[in-house]
């Protein structure tokens, strides 16, 4: 089951009139009310068994169906949408852009265009590290996401970023060039050599590349979205897809 932004957005039009094309803001996925906020209008007194009374409970379950799912479509919205750091708090969220490709497996791939590049990032599962040094007794355990970032060129050659992310930064583990067609240079280009060799400004050179193409609000929500929402949005494009059989 693949998760896209652009998957998602169909439901917004299908049920517009439900909806009224209004989207319900909310801060974060996990711990939101719980879909039993959505309690269904108490059953109507009974008529009688004829065909007035089929046509009524129809309705009123179709009614029904759209409801949650004009919720559910508002929840998977939002929890696809990003704030900017540099923003005000009051400031409405932005669409991620990047399409999410979420299948339910080991990773989550996203993918964009950007000024004549193409970008794809590949998310893995979250990992606990140890940081610190254990001898002194300042070792502590923190919970980061692996990324690989991965730009092309129209003519195939691609930059690629190995890193890791935390809950408020990015560590790049390595940069490696490929070029497409050559398997020589593919293997030599995959043994990298230390990014932590490289000098202070050449550094912060390939930090701020990197940033300009994963910006900090999107690193931010990669973050939640794999630590915390992810089972959440997944389960309810479970029932999604159960309510549109």
């Not at 992310?165 to 030599?188: A, P, R, T």
């Not at 050449?202 to 193409?213: H, I, S, W």
Request: hydrophobic share 35%; proline share 4%; net charge negative.
């Amino acid at each position: 089951m693949a998760l896209a932004w652009c998957v998602v957005r169909r439901s917004a039009s299908k049920f517009a009139s439900v909806c009224g094309g209004q989207v319900r803001s909310i801060s974060t996925v996990v711990n939101r009310p719980s879909l039993a906020l959505l309690k269904p209008s108490p059953l109507r007194p009974f008529v009688s068994r004829g065909f007035h009374n089929s046509t009524v409970v129809d309705d009123h379950q179709l009614s029904s169906e759209q409801t949650l799912l004009c919720e559910i479509d508002s929840e998977i919205k939002s929890a696809f949408q990003v704030n900017d750091v540099d923003d005000d708090e009051d400031t409405a969220p932005e669409s991620l852009p990047f399409r999410i490709d979420d299948d339910g497996g080991e990773t989550v791939t996203l993918t964009r265009d950007y000024e004549g590049e193409h970008i794809k990032v590949v998310v893995g599962m979250p990992r606990t590290y140890t940081t610190g040094d254990p001898n002194h007794g300042d070792d502590h355990e923190e919970l980061k996401i692996p990324l690989i970032l991965n730009v092309t060129k129209k003519s195939g050659l691609s930059l690629e970023f190995r890193c890791a992310v935390s809950e408020n930064d990015i560590d790049i583990d390595g940069v490696f060039v490929n070029h497409s067609g050559d398997s020589s240079k593919d293997q030599l280009a995959n043994e990298g050599s230390d990014f932590k060799n490289v000098n202070y400004d050449l550094e912060m050179a390939f930090y701020k590349y990197l940033d300009t193409r994963l910006e900090k609000s999107t690193l931010d929500f990669l973050y939640e979205y794999m630590t915390e929402d992810r089972q959440y949005v997944l389960w309810l494009k479970d029932i999604e897809k159960f309510l549109e059989e």
